[in-house]
């Protein structure tokens, strides 16, 4: 099993920047990708950004060049760095790992662990 947790959500003015964290805990060696989803008010989830197991990364055109996802070595704190924020960057922001359990025959299962969330406010 796998948890995730993040931290780090507050209200920062426009322009300004923030830095959330993601801790996991449990099978870390299963995990094959770190998420960073969204959620604004009255919208769906959507997803920001990605760190791959193997270093590549993947973010929504609306936070290109602004947000920026990094882990510590050891991969158990992910971090998204958040640069140049808007009025509409203002969601709960909620980090996820993804990966694959096996069982004891070797069968695979797939899963995505969902921290609870943590709200970032842009506003003046």
């Known amino acids: 099993q796998v948890q995730v947790a993040e931290s780090g959500g507050g209200l920062v003015r426009p322009g300004g920047s923030l830095r959330l964290s993601c801790a996991a805990s449990g099978s870390i060696s299963s995990i094959n990708a770190r998420e960073w989803y969204r959620q604004a008010p009255g919208k769906e989830r959507e997803l920001v950004a990605v760190?791959?197991?193997?270093?590549?990364?993947n973010y929504a055109d609306s936070v290109k060049g602004r947000f920026t996802v990094s882990s510590d070595n050891d991969k158990i704190t992910v971090y998204l760095q958040m640069n140049s924020l808007k009025p509409e960057d203002t969601a709960v922001y909620y980090c996820?790992?993804?990966?694959?359990?096996?069982?004891?025959?070797?069968?695979?299962?797939?899963?995505?662990?969902w921290g609870q969330g943590t709200q970032v406010t842009v506003s003046s």
């Open positions: 996820a790992a993804e990966g694959l359990h096996y069982n004891d025959y070797g069968t695979p299962t797939a899963y995505r662990a």
């Open positions: 760190l791959n197991r193997g270093g590549t990364t």
